[in-house]
């Protein structure tokens, strides 16, 4: 255990750019792990209102400033990627901060394991603080590949950002565990399974969850029930949304299914996923044959008691016009139609931006007032 939080087990997860360790990481949040991205904090640290805003805008000059006012990481991140000592500078600024909310998750989380996401782990503090290192490797021509196709770079873009960062054979050589990202999502399971039974004692131990008062309960979907959760997203669907088994096994790399059950019947499912200290809900499916307020507040009780076990900030939910028109239903619950501009929040309006479907409207609640690098 690490001697700064000797009652947790700390898993510093690491690998260069698209290698793939948000996968890994969401894996081991399915596994009963709690999650930290640490790239993420740097993003929130620097936002306008957090408190490495303004130490940046005076290091580096208002010209990356966007015009709204926020500070345009693209621009940032082409002079800091060119120049090591402009990076020196803006790690200065940004490490503290994101070590400090480090520090503040780890201590009011409930999961003994912690795994910590940081491209720049073993450059950093964090390396000291962990209890196994390990490092996701693909071979180059797959990191080149997935920055042309995710991200749209040329192939010259690509090579030029891997080759900027610290050689991934560094990585691998300081890993305790080595999980090869190259092939299927269920060979990459197989690989994480197999070194999270060898390091922790914990055996599954998601339960089934009666929310007070219900006639249900609400379970969390795991890989191996792929197959019955596609069937079941079909059949409530009514065919607008088929899904394979190899779809499914791909979404748990980005997020969690809450099943609704009914006795012995699966009547609902909802798409849920937790990233940057907020929650979104993007998908929801309802048998008919409930009660459709009764089922929402059993599957939104789950997603708020799931998300508050993650130190959640707020939570987002983007409904199709069906379910939007249930105003009565939301406004009992807490939410309110939004919009993503107006959520007042940089990383807030960020994740809803980033998860808005077509022909859907966002629906908002807070779910705690402190927050994570709020400004001193």
């Known amino acids: 255990m690490s001697d700064q939080w000797p009652e947790k087990m700390i898993i510093g997860l690491t690998g260069n750019i698209a290698t793939g360790k948000s996968v890994v ?39 990356v400033l966007t015009p709204d006012g926020e500070i345009d990481r693209a621009k940032l991140g082409r002079l800091t990627f060119a120049d090591p000592e402009a990076m020196s500078r803006l790690e200065d600024i940004v490490h503290p901060l994101v070590f400090q909310a480090i520090g503040m998750m780890i201590r009011r989380a409930g999961q003994k394991v912690i795994v910590i996401e940081a ?5 950093s503090g964090l390396r000291n603080t962990c209890d196994s290192i390990w490092t996701v490797d693909v071979p180059q021509q797959a990191q080149v590949r997935r920055l042309m196709e995710k991200r749209g770079m040329s192939r010259d873009e690509a090579e030029q950002r891997i080759h900027f960062q610290s050689e991934q ?10 999980i090869q990202n190259a092939g299927s999502f269920e060979e990459t399971w197989r690989q994480v399974v197999t070194a999270w039974k060898k390091i922790t004692p914990q055996s599954d131990t998601l339960q089934m969850v009666k929310p007070a008062g219900g006639e249900f309960t609400v379970s969390r979907g795991r890989p191996r029930d792929s197959a019955a959760i596609a069937e079941l997203i079909s059949r409530l669907s009514a065919g607008a949304k088929t899904m394979t088994s190899d779809d499914i096994m791909a979404a748990f790399g980005e997020k969690a299914f809450l099943l609704l059950h009914m006795n012995t019947n699966v009547v609902g499912i909802a798409g849920w996923q937790v990233e940057n200290l907020v929650a979104r809900t993007t998908e929801f499916f309802i048998d008919p044959v409930v009660s459709i307020e009764s089922a929402l507040k059993a599957l939104i009780t789950e997603v708020e008691r799931a998300s508050a076990d993650l130190q959640c900030e707020v939570s987002l939910v983007f409904l199709p016009p069906a379910l939007a028109a249930h105003q009565t239903i939301w406004k009992q619950l807490g939410y309110e139609a939004r919009v993503p501009q107006s959520l007042g929040v940089q990383a807030w309006a960020d994740a809803a931006i980033e998860s808005t479907q077509p022909n859907t409207s966002l629906f908002f609640k807070q779910l705690r007032q402190d927050r994570v690098l709020r400004p001193i």
């Open 25 to 63: 990481r969401k894996m081991l949040e399915h596994l009963g792990a709690y999650g930290i991205d640490a790239d993420a904090l740097s993003h929130r640290a620097i936002a306008r209102g957090a408190p490495g805003y303004q130490p940046v805008v005076d290091a580096f000059g208002k010209w």
């Open 119 to 123: 491209i720049k782990l073993l450059e």
């Open 169 to 178: 054979s560094q990585k691998v050589s300081a890993a305790s565990i080595v």
